[in-house]
């Protein structure tokens, strides 16, 4: 099925699987929702202000329908260097730049409710040459807010089309770059636990990106890395 309500709006993709024979003639009503290509408000994304000292921005959102903890990681060139809910600061101290996860949205209940995101990255200052992922993560939590340690985290993938990510810079109130989400459970090899969502160049303080919106298989963040990047 594919549909669309015009430019205005994400277009809808995906397959209708009926739980009986439908006959030569036999018709189905579907219900679609969709999603209007609003600009995101830098502010709304992120809580509130960010502290005047920030150069960039990452955020990630998601809805009910999705897993109920998604996890955004920026990954250096090396692998070891990750600003993730397990290091949540790299750089600071005497280091020309600081990378923090600002917001980890567990997606858990509480008052007023479950939330999903924005989870958010900072970065002050400029990051260090080289190429940085921004991925995110399909972390094994079950329901009740309790860790799956027993599951390997290659059984958990990006179930709905509701994610967003963007990219912000301090000098602009509209995202350098907004994503959504197109249909990563759509076929069998799709239904991974990591969305590659862009990288990061950075050439002599001059920082570019590129955005890469691939669905992968990764490593499990709660006991491995991600390898060298090139």
């Known amino acids: 099925v594919d549909a669309s309500a015009g430019g205005g709006y994400y277009a809808w993709s995906g397959w209708w699987r009926s739980s ?10 579907l219900a679609l929702t969709f999603t209007p290509k609003d600009a995101l408000n830098r502010v709304a994304c992120t809580r509130g202000a960010a502290p005047a000292d920030w ?20 990954v250096g060139e090396d692998g070891n ?13 005497d280091a020309s730049f600081t990378a ?10 509480g008052n007023p409710g479950r939330s999903f995101g924005p989870e958010t990255i900072r970065v002050k200052g400029r990051l260090p040459n080289g190429q940085w992922r921004l991925m995110a993560n399909v ?4 329901p ?10 290659g059984e958990y993938a990006f179930l709905s089309e ?19 989400m197109l249909s990563p459970g759509s076929s069998p090899g799709e239904r991974t636990n990591w969305w ?35």
């Open 20 to 29: 009986v024979p439908a006959a030569g003639e036999d018709f189905r009503t």
């Open 196 to 230: 590659h969502i862009l990288t990061v160049q950075v050439v002599d303080g001059v920082t570019s990106f590129e955005v890469i919106d691939k669905f992968t298989s990764g490593p499990d963040p709660r006991f491995e890395v991600w390898g060298p990047y090139s």
């Open 144 to 153: 009740s807010g309790n860790e799956d340690d027993e599951s390997p985290a």
């Open 100 to 109: 923090e996860l600002a917001v980890d949205d567990k997606g858990f209940g």
């Open 55 to 74: 150069m960039l921005q990452f955020t990630l959102d998601w809805c009910v329908e999705e897993q109920i903890d998604l996890d955004l990681h920026l």
């Open 162 to 180: 509701c994610a967003h990510a963007a990219m912000f810079s301090a000098t602009d109130e509209e995202p350098l770059m907004h994503l959504k």
């Open 139 to 142: 972390y094994p939590t079950l």
């Open 81 to 93: 260097s990750q600003v993730a809910w397990f290091e949540p600061v790299v750089g600071g101290g």
